[in-house]
Each structure stands twice: as structure tokens, then as C-alpha cells.
């Protein structure tokens, strides 16, 4: 076994992965950029080197610089956990030319997998069955069309090179297909430095399973069942779980078989994942096709984990040494079933759109670590992994997953409850996640009854993007005790009755009124009044009717109301005069109007468009003086390695354009202006 590797990621994975070789006792060394310097992955490595500026071009896909690290630090092996340079063939290459092991498959099999048209074309001399398509050498725009219009319409354009969700278009009519092709091959020329794309039919309602495999260098190779993948948004995996709902023993023995084929005619070695899509559309019984190969770990591995009861990470460590798989195929098992819910921080009713931050509040479910006893793991009720603490700061530059959130249980229903439960205790302020949006997917009767497939999300839009309700009575009296309680903590002398905040009088009580807004500003204002009545008790009135109030502080954020006869527990998390809510598993956000402290607030001018977040203009798509109609695209922005369309809010007429092809804009830049009408 080695005694140092050097870990080639960042994030989550990199903690992940010094987990298991601290466990080994194996020596980490990790690698940062400028903006990780402080980063938890450093923190959990036993050593760490600066190799460069922010930029992952300028440092975490720097191979000769990483290996040089690896090289003077003593270290062995490398690790490339997922993403960067995990599928670089020339890396893996470069790792053996100096000596080092490369912890994944050999680069012939990163190579071989590594474009997707060469893996379908090998693929289908396997005789694995492939989705109707074409995945050839001739990228003119002309013919591409044609074969798009041969296979027939919708079609996917993917990126040959691709992963991740990115560079990847739907195509419904002919007369889209040349503008969808060339974003594609702009978005796949920055992700993977290779614009090659793929033409295949899109199938309406497909499910997304992919097969874990595992190979030794001794000719081994077994599957360790199944995920589902399915819930995506922007092609992009949301919640994945294993086993996959109303898989048959039959279909997935077939299904890892294939797989085990796949992974033999590469001659692989590691941990890999053969992706399938099964069809259920228009009463098809889910007839399986092979999509790609990933040839590293998976992020939604640890599902896996969770029902084998298996570290894959250490398996991956015991192969790279030269050891045998530590179990054949016969002795898997599964056991229960697990989901996984990836936490973002981004904007769900804003498109998805990425969102940065600090993360200044962070509260998570309690968590059960996992215990090995020899190669058998006991599953816990609740897994995070996470790559970020409280006060670290989500970056622009980076994918702004926050955490994974694992759960298993006996069955799905247990395992379903638990997701719900651990959801509700997530609690996250400073910046937009996507928590409360898994949490009505997760309840939504499309998920919980496994009615799956990769449109979900579309399908099910108004259930999971419901109208924002107007805060109920026990929120506003929530935000109003922690307000209440604040001011009595700083008001000085508590045996002063002048020095008092409560709105003491001397003959009479006083009515206060409070103003808090919804922060959305969507569902509405609120006119709360409070009145002080003596010990500790008040008065709150709300839309004419009242209500006895009482509260109890049980730390910084956590209160018990007792509003009427009702006890109200819940968590309020104050940043200046945002007041974060969270009651019930729901998470609300008002703003209070404070008197003493208005700051002027600069109305929006009309006809401006600001940019959603940092990025690069990578198309203009009008000029100045032209007339738009609401909703037509007016540019196109990259931010977080994906593309993000700015669209016309009402019709009316360019007036100018402020940014060119290329250009940088920081967020809430105006792009452009344009007069309505």
C-alpha cells in the first residue's frame, strides 16, 4: 500500500478521499489555489501546495505542475477524484512517465471512453445496443443538419468530450439546429477544449441508470448493482439513488453484464461507470442503451456505498497497489436503499442559475459516520460530504455544489423519509440554495412514487415551482420575538424600567409597529403590531385580529413561541435586517423595515439589464437600434463553465449595447439598454 499520495482536486472529493487514507494511514498531500488557500480540503490533507491563481486553467489543470508536486513531496500515487484532470488520458500518461501511480483507469481506457462517438462506434462492435444517432468524424454545420433531420426531431446534440451536463442541447425543429449547435460547440471548446459534438434522437421519457464496475489489474471485474440518475435539471444530476426503482434481478444482472463487457473491452482498471438510458416512453418496456462511460469516480458514489455497505475509495487505493478486488461478484450484497441530494448554492426559480456567497450561517443534520469492520460497512441513516464550512465563501470559479446529502434506510419509503427529515434540518444563510426546491421534489408525488425519468423536473414545473405564499402568523411572530428579544439584550440595565425596550409605560402600554417584507418582494408586506403587557407577555396584531404572545430564547437562533395557546418552535437566523425563518422544514426571508436606520434604496431604471452573476459576453445576438420582442435573446453569457441566455423582458428597441464579445462583466452590470414599448 502507498504511504503518501497526492490528491488532484479540491472540494468535497478531496476530503472525501484524505478520509479514507488518513483511515489507511496514508499520507495526503493536497494542492490550492489562490482562492482555496483557506479552503476545508487543505485543512484535511496533511500537507499543501500553492500551484497557482484562481482559475482552474491556471492551476487545478496544470498536470506537469501537479506531478511536479507529487514528485518533490515524496508522494507516490495521485488521486484526480472527479472532474479536472480525472479523464485526461495525456495526465494518466505523464503520471506513469515520471514514476507516479495514477489512482484510475489506464490511459488507453481513458482514451478509448474518453470521446463519446469512439465509445458508441466501439460500443456497437460489442454488439451494445446504442440510441439511433450520429457520432462521426464530419462537424459541418450543413450536414449535421441533415443527419439531424434523417434521425428525426427532438434531437440531443452532445459534446464528444463531454460530461457534467455540459455542452449538451435539446433540438426540437429543424430551423433551431444550427443556433443550438453552435452554443454547443462554444460551451464545449472552453469545458473540454474540443468542440466535436454528437447527433441522437432524444428520447421523451428516458431513465438515466448507470452501472458502478470495479477491475483489478488481474483481470477482474465485477458490478456493484445499480443508480438512478433520472432527476436532472440542465442535464445536470439533482438527486441519484440505488437500487434503481422496479429493477427486476433479471434486468439488472443484463445491465451489469453489459457493463462488465463495456469495462473488459478497455481492458480497465478502477473505479468506472457505464451509463445507460432506459426507454419508457410511449409504453416501451425500458429497453436499455449504452450512453458513455465515465472512467473515475462517480459524484453520486456514495449511494452506492451506502447499500454494499463498501468504501469505494479505498477500493480504488487497494487495486492502484497492485491488490486483488476485495470481493467477487457473488459475495455482494445489496442491502436497503439510499438517496443522494447534491446542495447548491444557486437560484432555482431564477433558471438554476449559480449563485456566490459566504455562507455566514450553516446548520446540517447530525450526521453517523460510517464504520468499517474489514471490507463490510455499516450503513448510516445520514452521510454529508462536504468541501465547505461556515464563513467559507462559495467562488465564481469553481461548481458551487455546497455539500452532498446521503441518506439510507431499509427501503425506499424509510429512505424517502429520511431524505425528508434531513432536509428539513439544513439550514443555510448567506447566499440562495436550492434546499427548499429538494425539498418539494423529494415530497412531489412524481418522485416519491418513482414516476421517473429525465424531464421530472419540466414535467412537474408548477408543483415544484409553486407562487411564494405571504408569510403566516407563527414566521412573522418568529422574526418579531428574535427581534424583540435582541433589543431587550441590549438595552443596558435590566432593573431600569427606562433603560427598557419593551415599549414599558408607566400608566398605559404602547402599540409598535413593525414592517417586514417579503425579500422576494412576490407575496407581499406586513404591518405587525406589538404591544407590551407586562411579564414578559405582548400583544400581536396582525390584519385586525390579536394574539398573546410570549417567547423563550433557547440560543442564538433557536426560539420557543408560544403565540395563543400554540407553542411555535423554530430558528431565526438575523443578517442585519434579513430575517431568515425556519419553521416546519420551510425556510423564509423577510426584511425588516428598521426606522432608525433607512438606507436609500435606488429604484430600478427601466430598461436596464444587469448581469445575474460574474462572467464572460460569449455571443451578441442583436445590435443597436434593432426591436426585440419579449423574450428574444439578446446575448449570451459563461459563468460556472455554463452558458446563460439574457432575454428581452418586454418588447422594445436596442439603445445600446455596453459589452462586446469577450468582455468580463462583474454581477449586477448593466449589459445593455433599451427603451419598452
Given at each position: 500500500m502507498f504511504s503518501k499520495i497526492l490528491i488532484a482536486n479540491r472540494g468535497e472529493i478531496a476530503c472525501r478521499v484524505a478520509e479514507t487514507a488518513r483511515k489507511l494511514g496514508i499520507k495526503t498531500v493536497a494542492v490550492y489555489s489562490e482562492a482555496d488557500a483557506h479552503a476545508k480540503h487543505v485543512a484535511a490533507c496533511d500537507e499543501a501546495?500553492?500551484?497557482?491563481?484562481?482559475?482552474?486553467?491556471?492551476?487545478?489543470?496544470?498536470?506537469?505542475?501537479?506531478?511536479?508536486?507529487?514528485?518533490?513531496?515524496?508522494?507516490?500515487?495521485?488521486?484526480?477524484?472527479?472532474?479536472?484532470?480525472s479523464e485526461n488520458a495525456g495526465f494518466a500518461e505523464a503520471c506513469a512517465k515520471a514514476g507516479l501511480v495514477f489512482i484510475g483507469p489506464p490511459a488507453s481506457a481513458i482514451h478509448a471512453m474518453g470521446s463519446k462517438s469512439a465509445a458508441k462506434a466501439l460500443m456497437e462492435k460489442a454488439n451494445v445496443p446504442l440510441v439511433p444517432g450520429y457520432h462521426g468524424d464530419n462537424q459541418e454545420a450543413d450536414f449535421l443538419q441533415k443527419e439531424a433531420d434523417r434521425i428525426s426531431y427532438p434531437v440531443l446534440l452532445k459534446a464528444s468530450a463531454g460530461g457534467g451536463g455540459k455542452g449538451m442541447r435539446i433540438v426540437e425543429k429543424s430551423e433551431d439546429f444550427k443556433a443550438a449547435l453552435a452554443s454547443c460547440k462554444r460551451e464545449a471548446i472552453n469545458s473540454f477544449g474540443d468542440d466535436k459534438v454528437l447527433v441522437e434522437r432524444y428520447l421523451t421519457r428516458p431513465r438515466h441508470i448507470e452501472i458502478q464496475v470495479f477491475a483489478d489489474s488481474h483481470g477482474e471485474?465485477?458490478?456493484l448493482f445499480e443508480r438512478d440518475c433520472s432527476v436532472q435539471r440542465r442535464h445536470q444530476k439533482v438527486l441519484e439513488e440505488a437500487p434503481a426503482p422496479g429493477m427486476s434481478e433479471e434486468r439488472r444482472r443484463a445491465m451489469g453484464d453489459a457493463a462488465v463487457a463495456?469495462?473488459?473491452?478497455?481492458?480497465?482498471?478502477?473505479?468506472?461507470?457505464v451509463e445507460f438510458i432506459a426507454d419508457y416512453s410511449n409504453g416501451e418496456d425500458g429497453s436499455f442503451y449504452f450512453m458513455e462511460m465515465n472512467t473515475r469516480l462517480q459524484v453520486e458514489h456514495p449511494v452506492t456505498e451506502m447499500i454494499t455497505g463498501l468504501d469505494l475509495v479505498e477500493w480504488q487505493l487497494r487495486v492502484a497497489?497492485?491488490?486483488?478486488?476485495?470481493?467477487?461478484?457473488?459475495?455482494?450484497?445489496?442491502n436497503g436503499h439510499a438517496i443522494e441530494a447534491r446542495i447548491y448554492a444557486e437560484n432555482p426559480e431564477k433558471g438554476f442559475l449559480p449563485a456566490i456567497g459566504t455562507l455566514r450561517y450553516l446548520h446540517t443534520p447530525p450526521a453517523v459516520h460510517f464504520r468499517v469492520d474489514s471490507h463490510v460497512q455499516t450503513p448510516a441513516a445520514v452521510r454529508i460530504d462536504s468541501g465547505v464550512r461556515e464563513g467559507d465563501a462559495i467562488s465564481p470559479f469553481y461548481d458551487p455544489m455546497i455539500a452532498k446529502l446521503i441518506v439510507w434506510g431499509k427501503d425506499r419509503d424509510a429512505a424517502l423519509a429520511n431524505m425528508a427529515a434531513a432536509l428539513a434540518q439544513y439550514r443555510i444563510v448567506g447566499l440562495a440554495t436550492n434546499i427548499g426546491f429538494l425539498q418539494r421534489l423529494v415530497a412531489g408525488q412524481a418522485f416519491s412514487t418513482a414516476d421517473l425519468d429525465t424531464g421530472l423536473i419540466e414535467r412537474n414545473h408548477d408543483v415544484l415551482f409553486p407562487t411564494?405564499?405571504?408569510?403566516?402568523?407563527?414566521?412573522?411572530?418568529?422574526?418579531?420575538?428574535?427581534?424583540?428579544?435582541?433589543?431587550?439584550?441590549?438595552?443596558?440595565?435590566?432593573?431600569?424600567?427606562?433603560?427598557?425596550?419593551s415599549g414599558w409605560r408607566m400608566n398605559g402600554s404602547l402599540l409598535r409597529v413593525l414592517r417586514f417584507a417579503d425579500e422576494a418582494g412576490d407575496a407581499g408586506e406586513y404591518r405587525i403590531g406589538v404591544e407590551y403587557r407586562g411579564d414578559q407577555t405582548w400583544i400581536l396584531h396582525r390584519d385586525g385580529a390579536q394574539h398573546g404572545l410570549r417567547f423563550e430564547r433557547q440560543g442564538d437562533t433557536d426560539l420557543r413561541v408560544t403565540l395563543d395557546d400554540n407553542i411555535v418552535a423554530g430558528n431565526v437566523v438575523r443578517d442585519g435586517?434579513?430575517?431568515?425563518?425556519?419553521?416546519?422544514?420551510?425556510?423564509?426571508?423577510?426584511?425588516?423595515?428598521?426606522?432608525?436606520?433607512?438606507?436609500?434604496?435606488v429604484e430600478s431604471e427601466g430598461g436596464r439589464l444587469t448581469a445575474p452573476m460574474p462572467g464572460k459576453i460569449v455571443a451578441v445576438l442583436v445590435e443597436k437600434g434593432h426591436g426585440v420582442t419579449k423574450g428574444a435573446p439578446l446575448l449570451i453569457m459563461e459563468a460556472m463553465k455554463m452558458e446563460h441566455t439574457?432575454?428581452?423582458?418586454?418588447?422594445?428597441?436596442?439603445d445600446e449595447l455596453l459589452y462586446a464579445?469577450?468582455?468580463?462583466?462583474?454581477?449586477?452590470?448593466q449589459l445593455l439598454a433599451f427603451t419598452p414599448g
Open positions: 501546495v500553492l500551484i497557482g491563481p484562481a482559475p482552474a486553467k491556471e492551476s487545478y489543470l496544470l498536470g506537469d505542475k501537479i506531478i511536479a508536486v507529487a514528485l518533490a513531496t515524496g508522494a507516490q500515487a495521485i488521486h484526480p477524484g472527479y472532474g479536472f484532470l471485474c465485477v458490478y463495456a469495462a473488459k473491452a478497455v481492458g480497465y482498471v478502477g473505479a468506472g461507470t497497489a497492485g491488490e486483488n478486488l476485495p470481493l467477487r461478484q457473488e459475495q455482494l450484497q445489496l411564494l405564499q405571504p408569510a403566516s402568523t407563527a414566521t412573522l411572530a418568529l422574526a418579531t420575538s428574535l427581534l424583540l428579544a435582541q433589543e431587550a439584550g441590549d438595552a443596558g440595565d435590566a432593573r431600569d424600567p427606562w433603560a427598557q425596550t435586517d434579513i430575517f431568515h425563518v425556519f419553521h416546519q422544514g420551510r425556510h423564509a426571508v423577510l426584511t425588516w423595515d428598521d426606522p432608525l436606520a433607512h438606507a436609500g434604496h439574457i432575454a428581452a423582458p418586454a418588447d422594445g428597441v436596442i464579445v469577450g468582455d468580463q462583466v462583474t454581477e449586477g452590470a
